[in-house]
């Protein structure tokens, strides 16, 4: 039986969660997957969408894949060091991140993204995680939300579409409202983020991306009680071994300098 396909009613920034979720669906298919989600193929493949436009070339589909697994790795070690701890997945789009992380039954899971999207959750993803549809740039998202327990917040390409010092405020009402926990991201430095509005698959979507910082160590003076726990470039992940030529190559090559590992992925955590 052929199961009708799903039109999204999305705006242009809301739009850019089918650019994770079709590279995730794309490194599924390969032959060595860096993630191997395959429950985001199976989403991609029920919406009414000409993913072609996006034009993901094979770089940013490792990249975005490899990126998230060293993201849900984070997730995994927090919450086995705190299985009584809250997760808050910012700007979830559709990844099934929960999914793919498997919490045990003492953790709290918040998918936390703008409510059209995360009106789309139960369609796609009928996992029992709390739903918080939310402009987290806005006070009070967080009412509701415990406060009394550890919290592992992952932010996977949020920061670059966040306005002007708007991350650093996020950050701050993060680590007021919890006590203690982790901030987990893909850090953009400044560079990144402006030079995103001139990737095909970014211009694709009439986005223009701003935000980043370089100096990994910068959330430290934004006064929210942050102090950086690793700075983990991609381009030294041995994964990148199981990635094609001339791609590994080039990848490599970057690794030797710090300077030119920034300008790509890397995942920086951050404890309170």
């Not at 436009?53 to 790795?73: N, P, Q, V």
């Not at 992940?237 to 710090?258: F, K, N």
Request: aromatic residues 8%; charged residues 25%; negative net charge.
């Amino acid at each position: 039986m052929t199961v009708a396909r799903i039109r999204l009613t999305l705006n242009q920034l809301e739009e850019t969660l089918l650019i994770t979720l079709w590279a995730k669906a794309l490194d599924s298919k390969f032959a060595i997957p860096m993630l191997g989600d395959t429950r985001s193929a199976e989403i991609a493949d029920r919406i009414d969408y000409d993913f072609a436009t996006l034009k993901i070339k094979d770089s940013l589909t490792y990249e975005t894949a490899l990126r998230s697994k060293k993201l849900d790795d984070a997730v995994r070690a927090f919450t086995a060091a705190h299985p009584d701890a809250v997760v808050l997945d910012l700007g979830c789009g559709l990844d099934p991140r929960m999914d793919r992380c498997q919490p045990t039954a003492g953790i709290d899971w918040y998918d936390v993204d703008f409510p059209d999207v995360v009106a789309l959750r139960p369609e796609f993803l009928p996992e029992p995680s709390h739903l918080v549809g939310a402009d987290v740039t806005t006070a009070d998202w967080l009412a509701g939300i415990p406060r009394d327990r550890p919290a592992m917040i992952v932010a996977e390409g949020l920061i670059p579409f966040l306005p002007g010092d708007a991350f650093q405020v996020l950050a701050r009402t993060l680590t007021t409202h919890f006590g203690t926990g982790e901030i987990a991201l893909n850090g953009y430095t400044r560079f990144a983020a402006w030079a995103m509005k001139y990737h095909p698959t970014i211009k694709a979507l009439g986005i223009t991306a701003a935000a980043g910082f370089d100096d990994p160590r910068e959330p430290e003076t934004w006064g929210a009680g942050l102090t950086l726990v690793d700075e983990d470039f991609l381009t030294r992940a041995t994964e990148v071994d199981d990635w094609p030529q001339p791609l590994r190559g080039l990848t490599r090559a970057m690794a030797h300098s710090t300077a030119l590992s920034r300008q790509g992925a890397r995942i920086l955590r951050y404890r309170f």
